[in-house]
T-cell receptor, first 114, second 112 residues
Framework: GAGVSQSPSNKVTEKGKDVELRCDPISGHTALYWYRQSLGQGLEFLIYFQGNSAPDKSGLPSDRFSAERTGGSVSTLTIQRTQQEDSAVYLC????????????FGSGTRLTVV | GQQLNQSPQSMFIQEGEDVSMNCTSSSIFNTWLWYKQDPGEGPVLLIALYKAGELTSNGRLTAQFGITRKDSFLNISASIPSDVGIYFCAGPSFLGNEKLTFGTGTRLTIIP
């Protein structure tokens, strides 16, 4: 597609349940990033994928968070045993790695844990 | 770790007014980026700055890379309703050049 596509756009889940968030990057973009935006806050880096290299997971807040990127394209962010503090907007971005930080962001998934 | 402090946190202005906001850091950045986020959307890159002292314009927007490399400024002239949103500064994280550290944002509201 023309842009970065994220689904679902909104997700309400009960505390303790697992959730999966999907990101479909721009075709040809080798780099894919996940960020989290809590209410009234800036963006917090979570994880970064570049081509076939091992992902940089240094931003994941706990071992309940994991992500994978299949075939160098679609990525799934999984949060296990969700907690209320996981409520946030989860943003995915992709870029051509040589583009000097010209990320293209998706519209995000708003996750609410009740 | 690196932190980017933006001020003001929010602005309430009338249409037609000029806007100034800034971003400061305790550490040096080699690249400064300014993004705008509309409600319900992801941030969109407005301006990128790559050299200390650089002044770059994009339409009514002008941004400057501070000479100390620890700050940057964004100015919007003659504001219009579609300027409403949250403006973020960002720079490469000390954790690795591919990752960005974002400021906490300046929320711009235009009073009718």
């Amino acid at each position: 597609g023309a842009g970065v596509s994220q689904s679902p756009s909104n997700k309400v889940t009960e505390k303790g349940k697992d959730v999966e968030l999907r990101c479909d990057p721009i075709s040809g973009h080798t780099a894919l990033y996940w960020y989290r935006q809590s209410l009234g806050q800036g963006l917090e880096f979570l994880i970064y994928f570049q081509g076939n290299s091992a992902p940089d997971k240094s931003g994941l807040p706990s071992d309940r968070f994991s992500a994978e990127r299949t075939g160098g394209s679609v990525s799934t962010l999984t949060i296990q045993r969700t907690q209320q503090e996981d409520s946030a907007v989860y943003l995915c971005a992709s870029s051509i790695i040589t583009s000097n930080y010209g990320y293209t962001f998706g519209s995000g998934t708003r996750l609410t844990v009740v | 770790g690196q932190q980017l402090n933006q001020s003001p946190q929010s602005m309430f202005i009338q249409e037609g007014e000029d806007v100034s906001m800034n971003c400061t850091s305790s550490s040096i950045f080699n690249t400064w980026l300014w993004y705008k986020q509309d409600p319900g959307e992801g941030p969109v890159l407005l301006i990128a700055l790559y050299k200390a002292g650089e002044l770059t314009s994009n339409g009514r927007l002008t941004a400057q890379f501070g000479i100390t490399r620890k700050d940057s400024f964004l100015n919007i002239s003659a504001s219009i309703p579609s300027d409403v949103g949250i403006y973020f500064c960002a720079g490469p994280s000390f954790l690795g050049n591919e990752k960005l550290t974002f400021g906490t944002g300046t929320r711009l509201t235009i009073i009718p």
